[in-house]
Structures are given as structure tokens and as C-alpha cells.
């Protein structure tokens, strides 16, 4: 069993930033894709951000310029750094992996953005 563990959540002012960093249980060498979704309350969870196996991103229209994924195959893990937050970013933030036929979740950490 795959096992994504999030961090880096918490509290922050609009216009401030948070890292959020993904630890998985193995190497993420052999996954296809690596990712951010977010969910806010009342709300359909969302992509914010992936990126491939051989580098390739795709963010969320609304959070360019102000988020970056990258990924540290020596570390096993996958990192946002978000910048510029805006109230509207709030959410619970999931880390997301894709494997073949197997996607993975992990737990989920909230960002609050606090205007």
C-alpha cells in the first residue's frame, strides 16, 4: 500500500505563501503522475497542479504565476510552493499519485487564507 503523507498547512494572511510538501512511502520514480487537488467546504474537490514523470505541468488557470509543483525523486516527494494566497485559495489541499490503474490520496492538509 502506497502511502502519501502531506505537510505544510496552516494559517496564513492574503498575499503570504505556504509550501506544502508530499512524502511517499516509496520511490516516485515509477509514478506517472504527481499532483495537488484542493477542496473547499461546500465544494467539488479541484486540480490545482500535476506534474509527469518526465516533467511535464499543468496547473490550474487560476493559480499561475503564483504556484509551483516540483518533484525530488532523490526524497520521494512532491512539493507546491504557493505565493501571492488570495482568500479563495482556502481549502483542504490533497496530494495525489497516479500509477497504471492505481491512483493514490493522501490525508489532506488545510490552508486557510485569512483576508
Known amino acids: 500500500q502506497v502511502q502519501l503523507v502531506e505537510s505544510g498547512g496552516g494559517l496564513v494572511q492574503a498575499g503570504g505563501s505556504l509550501r506544502l510538501s508530499c512524502a511517499a512511502s516509496?520511490?516516485?520514480?515509477?509514478?506517472?503522475?504527481l499532483g495537488w487537488y484542493r477542496q473547499a467546504p461546500g465544494k467539488q474537490r479541484e486540480l490545482v497542479a500535476i506534474?509527469?514523470?518526465?516533467?511535464?505541468?499543468n496547473y490550474k488557470d487560476s493559480v499561475k504565476g503564483r504556484f509551483t509543483i516540483s518533484r525530488d525523486n532523490a526524497k520521494n516527494t512532491v512539493d507546491l510552493q504557493m505565493n501571492s494566497l488570495k482568500p479563495e485559495d482556502t481549502a483542504v489541499y490533497y496530494c495525489y499519485a497516479r500509477r497504471a490503474f492505481h491512483s493514490y490520496w493522501g490525508q489532506g492538509t488545510q490552508v486557510t487564507v485569512s483576508s
Open positions: 516509496g520511490s516516485i520514480v515509477g509514478f506517472n503522475t
Open positions: 506534474i509527469t514523470n518526465d516533467g511535464t505541468i
